[in-house]
C-alpha cells in the first residue's frame, strides 16, 4: 500500500486516510500491528506503566516489608527495638478493646456497604422519573461526598455533639429524655453508622445511576405488558441487570470502609471508652496516642492480611459474577 | 413513559415535549412530575442540613457580639486576618494541584496499558492496583514518616503529595481505563499503519480524545488530597505547613470553641471542591470503573 510506504508521514494525514478508508486498505494485506517489532511494543507498554509500577511498590511494598518487622519488635517510631517474635500480637489478642473494635469494624463496614448501597440505590431509581431540576438535584445530593469531611464531621458535632445541640434538643422535646448521643457508647455508635452513610450514599448513587443508565426501558413495557408489578420489575428486571455493577460497588464500599480513618476519628475520636474505635482508629492511637509503636503496627498487619485477603477474593470473584 | 401526565388534547407522540406541554397539559402542583420533584426537594433539604448548618454559622455573629443583624462578615475577617487561614489555603491549593498534575501524568500511561495491553503481565498489574487500593493506609503511614523523615520529606509539602499521588493511583487509572476502552482501537490502528509509534498513537490519538477521562481522574485526585486528614496530621508538625483540614483542627484545641470561626474556616475549606465539582460535574463519570477493574 502506497499511504505505508511514502515517506514520513505525520499522524493526522494517517488519520484522515483512515477516514478516507486508506487505512483500511492497508490493513488486509499487512497485519494491523503495533509498529515495527513486537518486542519494541512491549518495551513501550513497560516503559508507560513503569512509573506507576514504581511508585506502587515503594509507597505500599516497601512500608508492608517495614511494618512486619516492626510488628516483630519492641521499639518506638525512632527505633526498631529488640526482636519480640510475635509479643505484639499477644498483646493485641489479650486487649478487650482490641475484640471491641474487631467487632465494631464489621458493624461499621456492613451497614456502611449495604446502608449506603440501600440509600444510594433508592434515591438513583427516584432520580430516574421525570421531574424539573433533575441534575441539579443529582448535582446536590453528591455534596455529602464532595465536601471534605473535616467541614461535615464539624457541623455534625455542632449538631449532636452536645446536650444543648440542635439535634438532642428536638430529641427531647419529643419525649425521649435527654439523649447524649456521643457520650453513651451505644448512641454513639448508631450516630458513626448514620454519618458513614450518609457521607457514603452519593458514591453508591453514582455507581447506581451508572449502571442503571444501561437498562432499557422496553423491557420494562414488555414485563408491564405481561402484569408484573413494580416490584416485580425491580426485582426480576432490574436488579438482575445491574448486578455485576453491584458486586463491584460492594466491593469498593468495603474497601473504603474498613480503611476509613477520618470519619470515625473526626467525629468521635474513636470515644465514649474506645466503644466506636475500628480496628484502623485503634492502630492509630495505640501507635501515636498511647507510643506503642509495636502493638499498633501489629494491629495494622491483622487488618492488612485480612483487607488483602477479602479482597482478592473478591477480585477473583467478580469474573465469574454474571447477569444471569 | 406510560405514567405521566394524561395528555387530554392531541395526543402526538413526537409533539414538542416542552411548549406543547406546558399549554395543553398543564403542568399543574398534582402531576406526578411535580410531586417527584417536591419529593427529592425534601430528601435534599433534609440530607443537606449539615451544609446549611455550616454555611449559616459561618455568616451568624458570635453569641457574644454586640450587634443584632443576622448576616456578618466578622468570623471571615477574623479567620482572614488573624489565623493562618490564607498560608494553609495557599498550602493545600499547592499540594493538591500538584498531587492532581501528577497523578494524572502517571494514571494516563498506566490506564492506557490496562486498556490495551492483553497478558498475564497485565492482569498482574490489575490485581497489584487492586491489592493497593484495599492496603489501609494506617499501616504505611508509620514506615513512611520513618522514611521519609530521612529524606527530610515529613513535615513537608512535597512527601505528603507524593503518598497522595500513591492513593489516588489506584482509582485514577481504572477511571483512565476505563475512558480508554470507549475509543476504537481502529484510529491506532490506523495511526500505526502511517508509521506511528505506539508512543506517539497514544499521546496524540487516545489521549487527545480523552479529555472527559482525564478530568475524572483529575476530579477524583483533587477531592482525595483536598480532604485527606490522616497522612497531613501524622506528617504536618510546623504551623506554617498545614494544609486546610489539620488547620481547622486547630480551632478545637482551646475549651470553649467559637463556632462562628470554625464554621466561617468550614466555609474556606468546602468551597473549593463545590467549585471544581459545579462546573466539571458533567464530565465526572466513576460508573466506568467497575468494567475496568473487572474487565481483564
Not at chain 1, 493526522?12 to 518486542?39: F, M, T
Not at chain 1, 502493638?295 to 477474593?313: E, N, Q
Not at chain 2, 498534575?101 to 490485581?127: E, Q, T, W
Request: aromatic share 12%; hydrophobic share 50%; charged share 10%.
Amino acid at each position: 500500500m502506497t499511504s505505508t510506504k511514502t515517506g514520513p508521514s505525520n499522524v493526522l494525514s494517517g488519520l484522515s486516510r483512515a477516514r478516507k478508508g486508506i487505512g483500511l486498505g492497508g490493513r488486509s494485506e499487512h497485519q494491523p500491528r503495533p509498529p515495527r517489532r513486537l518486542s519494541s511494543r512491549i518495551i513501550t507498554l513497560a516503559l508507560l506503566v513503569f512509573p506507576s509500577v514504581f511508585l506502587v511498590v515503594l509507597i505500599y511494598g516497601y512500608p508492608a516489608i517495614y511494618a512486619v518487622i516492626e510488628s516483630l519488635h519492641n521499639g518506638n517510631l525512632v527505633q526498631t527495638g529488640p526482636y519480640v517474635a510475635l509479643h505484639n500480637f499477644w498483646i493485641d489478642f489479650h486487649n478487650p478493646v482490641f475484640w471491641h473494635s474487631v467487632r465494631f469494624t464489621v458493624v461499621y463496614c456492613v451497614v456502611g456497604v449495604f446502608g449506603s448501597w440501600l440509600v444510594g440505590l433508592g434515591l438513583a431509581l427516584l432520580l430516574r422519573k421525570r421531574m424539573h431540576a433533575r441534575s441539579f438535584f443529582k448535582t446536590l445530593l453528591l455534596l455529602p461526598w464532595v465536601v471534605p469531611v473535616v467541614v461535615t464531621a464539624t457541623a455534625w458535632n455542632w449538631l449532636v455533639a452536645t446536650p444543648s445541640s440542635p439535634v438532642p434538643r428536638i430529641a427531647q422535646d419529643l419525649g425521649f429524655g435527654q439523649l447524649l448521643f456521643l457520650a453513651s457508647p451505644g448512641l454513639a455508635e448508631f450516630i458513626v453508622c448514620v454519618y458513614k452513610i450518609w457521607l457514603s450514599f452519593p458514591f453508591m448513587m453514582l455507581m447506581a445511576s451508572a449502571a442503571l443508565a444501561g437498562v432499557e426501558e422496553h423491557l420494562y413495557e414488555a414485563a408491564r405488558v405481561d402484569g408484573a408489578g413494580a416490584w416485580q420489575l425491580f426485582r426480576r428486571i432490574t436488579l438482575p441487570l445491574i448486578a455485576r455493577s453491584t458486586y463491584i460497588s460492594w466491593i469498593l464500599m468495603f474497601i473504603f470502609c474498613i480503611g476509613d480513618f477520618q470519619s470515625i476519628y473526626l467525629l468521635t475520636g474513636g470515644g465514649p471508652v474506645s466503644s466506636t474505635n475500628t480496628l484502623v482508629v485503634l492502630s492509630y492511637e495505640t501507635v501515636f496516642g498511647d507510643f506503642q509503636t509495636g502493638p499498633g503496627v501489629a494491629i495494622g498487619i491483622i487488618m492488612l492480611l485480612i483487607s488483602v485477603l477479602v479482597s482478592v477474593i473478591l477480585f477473583r470473584r467478580i469474573k465469574k459474577v454474571q447477569i444471569s | 413513559m406510560s405514567i405521566t401526565t394524561p395528555v387530554t388534547f392531541e395526543e402526538g407522540p413526537a409533539a414538542p415535549p416542552r411548549g406543547a406541554k406546558t399549554k395543553k397539559a398543564p403542568d399543574n402542583w398534582t402531576s406526578p412530575q411535580w410531586r417527584y420533584t417536591l419529593t427529592v426537594l425534601v430528601i435534599v433539604l433534609i440530607l443537606l442540613i449539615p451544609v446549611f448548618v455550616t454555611v449559616i454559622l459561618a455568616f451568624r455573629p458570635q453569641l457574644q457580639s454586640t450587634s443584632h443583624s443576622y448576616f456578618t462578615l466578622e468570623n471571615f475577617r477574623y479567620v482572614f486576618s488573624q489565623t493562618g487561614v490564607l498560608t494553609w489555603l495557599r498550602n493545600s491549593l499547592i499540594v493538591t494541584l500538584a498531587t492532581v498534575l501528577v497523578a494524572v501524568c502517571i494514571a494516563a500511561p498506566a490506564g492506557y496499558v490496562l486498556s490495551r495491553g492483553r497478558s498475564k503481565a497485565v492482569s498482574g498489574y490489575a490485581l497489584l492496583l487492586f491489592i493497593a487500593q484495599s492496603f489501609p493506609q494506617i499501616v504505611s503511614v508509620v514506615p513512611l514518616f520513618v522514611l521519609f523523615a530521612k529524606f527530610n520529606l515529613d513535615d513537608n509539602l512535597l512527601g505528603l503529595a507524593i503518598v497522595y499521588v500513591s492513593s489516588t493511583i489506584s482509582v485514577a487509572t481504572w477511571m483512565m481505563a476505563a475512558y480508554f476502552d470507549t475509543i476504537p482501537v481502529a484510529l491506532e490502528e490506523a495511526a500505526w499503519i502511517d508509521g506511528c509509534s505506539l508512543f506517539k498513537g497514544f499521546v496524540r490519538i487516545v489521549l487527545r480524545n480523552s479529555l472527559p477521562g482525564v478530568l475524572s481522574a483529575a476530579i477524583f485526585a483533587f477531592l482525595l488530597a483536598w480532604s485527606d486528614f490522616l497522612i497531613a496530621v501524622v506528617f504536618l508538625r510546623s504551623d506554617s505547613n498545614f494544609t486546610l483540614p489539620i488547620g481547622l483542627q486547630t480551632f478545637f484545641s482551646t475549651n470553649s470553641t467559637e463556632w462562628g470561626y470554625v464554621m466561617a474556616v468550614s466555609v474556606v475549606v468546602m468551597v473549593p471542591p463545590i467549585i471544581v465539582f459545579s462546573f466539571l460535574n458533567r464530565y465526572f463519570s466513576i460508573g466506568g470503573i467497575g468494567g475496568s477493574l473487572a474487565g481483564r
